[in-house]
T-cell receptor, first 114, second 121 residues
């Protein structure tokens, strides 16, 4: 079945430095890749997403890259701030098809050191 | 964006009782809703896909007679945990996908509810 692998499981970076989280997916029909941020005890919040027709998307300090050939996609957070501390989940979906369930990665716990 | 609510936010029940959790899309219509459970420090595990007006599609290993799903309208899906036991204690989160008919650009996006923490004694 579909699978999304995410690395690393935990990540600690100095405030102001960059953080990178990497994911791979198994379903070659996946065409929609959202990233969610979840703070303790709260709902996942969509922070950025990318579709398979583009290779990169940026929104202020957050960027996502996609390599369809290798089935890799990554989240980049620059100039990290304490409020970036949370668990981040990558996900993959077939998007517009009827089988559009989202498969989540295992999550990365990001800690920003002051 | 779009708003999804869940009720109750937390519930404590005795073993053997049934618990119903509601998921509502407040400002959009959702043909499809999804139910997840999340154990502490773990990822979201999809339990089932709820389709308005039809039977839910359950993921492998999820007992459909144990977790009853009803999606009677375009804004409401319910999950009933029947004969709950302590091992069913978890954080249950729903999400809703914007309906195609809405004409919105975010029909791929799943918006999550705030979750329901179920504790079975």
């Amino acid at each position: 079945g579909e699978n999304v692998e995410q690395h690393p499981s935990t990540l600690s970076v100095q405030e102001g430095d960059s953080a990178v989280i990497k994911c791979t997916y198994s379903d070659s029909a996946s065409n929609y890749f959202p990233w969610y941020k979840q703070e303790l005890g709260k709902r996942p919040q969509l922070i950025i997403d990318i579709r398979s027709n583009v290779g990169e998307k940026k929104d202020q300090r957050i960027a996502v890259t996609l390599n369809k050939t290798a089935k890799h996609f990554s989240l980049h957070i620059t100039e990290t701030q304490p409020e970036d501390s949370a668990v981040y989940f990558c996900a993959a979906s077939r998007g517009y098809s009827s089988a559009s369930k989202i498969i989540f990665g295992s999550g990365t716990r990001l800690s920003i050191r002051p | 964006g779009a708003v999804v609510s869940q009720h109750p936010s937390w519930v404590i029940c005795k073993s053997g009782t049934s618990v119903k959790i509601e998921c509502r899309s407040l400002d959009f219509q959702a043909t499809t809703m999804f139910w997840y459970r999340q154990f502490p420090k773990q990822s979201l595990m999809l339990m089932a896909t709820s389709n308005e007006g039809s039977k839910a599609t359950y993921e492998q290993g999820v007992e459909k007679d144990k977790f009853l799903i009803n999606h009677a309208s375009l804004t409401l899906s319910t999950l009933t945990v029947t004969s709950a036991h302590p091992e069913d204690s978890s954080f249950y989160i729903c999400s809703a996908r914007v309906s195609w008919a809405s004409g919105r650009a975010d029909t791929d996006t799943q918006y999550f509810g705030p979750g329901t923490r179920l504790t079975v004694l």
